[in-house]
């Protein structure tokens, strides 16, 4: 073979291997695609009969269909709800507690027919007998979205995982989101980080009412809770505070935020039995609560550590819930026709912006 047939030869040789070696990740990367996308699937349920199993063909019932999304794999699975004769709501009483979410999934209520931007089906717990919604560990990247949630057992939601989009529900009322028809307690962010409640838009807000305990309860960092009414019915005015306060932060925590400096973030947060916000003890910084409505609490809009008024200390040099953030003094506000100018003075860590 002269040198040059070898040469040819080699490169032919060296060539057909990358071919190979090509043809192999694309192999891979078309199965890895597969997994993730192929095993997801969508379910219906039709009827508000509380059907145990996990599997979904024919009549589904909402336990069918989360027990069927669990056993399907990595997801994420669709649920939609839309069930013959429920087009002025209907409700789907439990008879047992739910069972816990184990995959990502997108619970949505807003498939019923008839819906028009008011959820239209209720997940009632049996009378407080029983828990609803439990999104564990691996469940992360879920939403639950258009459902009223009523009568459940320690929580209406509990988050166990990352990611997650609460959004659209009435959460402690009837079906009109205007009379109580509370929970225990309302959401529980537990574990996992990233978590939204609420949104920007009107069908992103969850009105969070008449829960005997907490409207939210966060446990985790850096989740957001943004839109909601929070003590109001859906109208906005109706109170229907929580029995504890509105929204409640317990622990080292750092990073939430309640509020935006939008207008469409602010929440309202009314007529609670306890405070607006309370955050309990424990060392924590970066949580923001930015330009909530707060009004007629029982007690503070906002308690740091849970201890009534905390003096302010100059330079703010002091730690505790959220640093024990000093606390600005206002000294006048004046009208002007549609402005309001206020003054005032914030005695806080110096270089640093608020």
């Known amino acids: 073979m002269t040198a040059a047939v070898a040469r040819i030869t080699s490169t032919w040789r060296r060539l057909g291997r990358l071919r ?15 997994v993730k996308y192929a095993m997801a699937a969508t379910y219906t349920v039709n009827t508000t009969a509380d059907t145990a199993g996990s599997t979904c063909s024919g009549t589904c019932s909402l336990r069918q269909a989360i027990g069927a999304a669990n056993a399907a794999g990595v997801g994420p699975h669709t649920i939609n709800i839309n069930i013959s004769g429920c087009g002025s709501g209907c409700t789907i009483t439990l ?19 008839g819906y028009s931007g008011a959820p239209l089906i209720r997940v009632n717990g049996g009378g407080g007998s029983h828990k609803c919604f439990n999104f564990q560990s691996a469940s992360s990247g879920s939403t639950l979205r258009g459902l009223v949630m009523s009568g459940c057992q320690s929580w209406a939601v509990i988050l166990d995982s990352s990611n997650n989009l609460i959004a659209g529900n009435y959460i402690g009322t009837d079906l009109t989101g205007n009379s109580a028809d509370g929970n225990d307690l309302g959401v529980q962010i537990k574990g996992g980080t990233g978590n939204t409640i ?10 969070i009412a008449s829960n005997t305990d907490a409207g939210i309860l966060i446990e985790t960092d850096s989740n957001v809770v943004v839109g909601n009414y929070i003590g109001v019915g859906a109208n906005g005015s109706t109170a229907l505070g929580n029995g504890a306060s509105g929204v409640r932060l317990k622990g080292g925590i750092d990073n939430n935020r309640i509020g935006g400096v939008n207008a469409a973030d602010a929440n309202i947060i009314a007529n609670n039995g306890y405070d607006g916000i309370t955050f ?31 003096n302010n200390d100059s330079g703010d040099g002091d730690s505790g819930a959220n640093g024990l953030q000093n606390f600005p003094v206002l000294t006048t506000a004046v009208t002007t026709g549609a402005s309001i100018t206020i003054t005032g003075s914030l005695n806080s860590n110096a270089s640093t912006s608020y």
């Open 20 to 34: 190979a070696a090509l043809l192999m990740a694309a192999l891979a990367l078309a199965a890895a695609l597969y």
């Open 95 to 113: 008879t047992s507690d739910l069972p816990n979410i184990s995959r990502a999934v997108v619970i949505n209520g807003t498939a019923q027919s």
């Open 198 to 207: 609420g949104g920007t838009s009107a069908a992103d807000r969850n009105v």
């Open 280 to 310: 309990l003890s424990g060392n924590s910084s970066g949580n923001a609560f930015l330009r909530n409505a707060s009004y007629n609490n029982a007690y503070y809009s906002i308690d740091l550590s849970d201890d009534g008024v905390t």
